[in-house]
T-cell receptor
């Protein structure tokens, strides 16, 4: 499994866009990039997944450059309820996921 | 409602007393996994199962057993719990056509004294 590096924490304010960048320099050809969100005392929740370029859903966007050595999760116009830990995962099999420490995003009023 | 359920949600036990944490999903998912979460260590995979009767070790399998006799159930067994197994445990499942989209249960907080 490719090792990922992401910031430990980020602060933001309501209404702002939050961008979390994850580094995965040794990503393999068959690897997909997946992001999860976790609120305190709850199980993680799948946000988005991508392989290359850009993926967008109703919650977030995922930007993946051509070399795929990094990816950026973009959360548009965050609210207080977006305060959570965000995990970047890289792998070629969905059933064997490796969660790192994640990025704690704190949204302030 | 599509969901993953775990029981019990909270458990306090003593060292050496065998226990089982049950996990059940109603989505007909092929894949199921168990994770433990500890402060500063993130989520670590204990065991996973790709289908009935097919299980494999994750990153931290020592001290745990699992079985997958039915597709919907994936119990986690601690034969002789120790204090270092005090943790928050999550069960998860995902489908064969969308394996990266795992659905997590509500968690089981286990304390071993």
């Amino acid at each position: 499994l490719a090792k990922t590096t992401q910031p430990i924490s980020m602060d933001s304010y309501e209404g702002q866009e939050v961008n979390i960048t994850c580094s995965h320099n040794n990503i393999a050809t068959n690897d997909y990039i997946t992001w999860y969100q976790q609120f305190p005392s709850q199980g993680p929740r799948f946000i988005i997944q991508g392989y290359k370029t850009k993926v967008t859903n109703e919650v977030a966007s995922l930007f993946i450059p051509a070399d795929r050595k990094s990816s950026t999760l973009s959360l548009p116009r965050v609210s207080l309820s977006d305060t959570a830990v965000y995990y970047c995962l890289v792998g070629d099999t969905g059933y064997k996921l490796s969660f790192g420490a994640g990025t704690t995003v704190t949204v302030r009023a | 409602e599509a969901q993953v359920t775990q029981n019990p949600r909270y458990l306090i036990t003593v060292t050496g007393k065998k226990l089982t944490v049950t996990c059940s999903q109603n989505m007909n998912h092929e894949y199921m996994s168990w994770y433990r979460q500890d402060p500063g260590l993130g989520l670590r995979q204990i065991y996973y199962s790709m289908n009935v009767e097919v299980t494999d070790k994750g990153d931290v399998p020592e001290g745990y057993k699992v079985s997958r006799k039915e597709k919907r159930n994936f119990p986690l067994i601690l034969e002789s719990p120790s204090p270092n197994q005090t943790s928050l445990y999550f069960c998860a499942s995902s489908s064969d056509y969308s394996p990266y989209e795992q659905y997590f249960g509500p968690g089981t907080r286990l304390t071993v004294t």
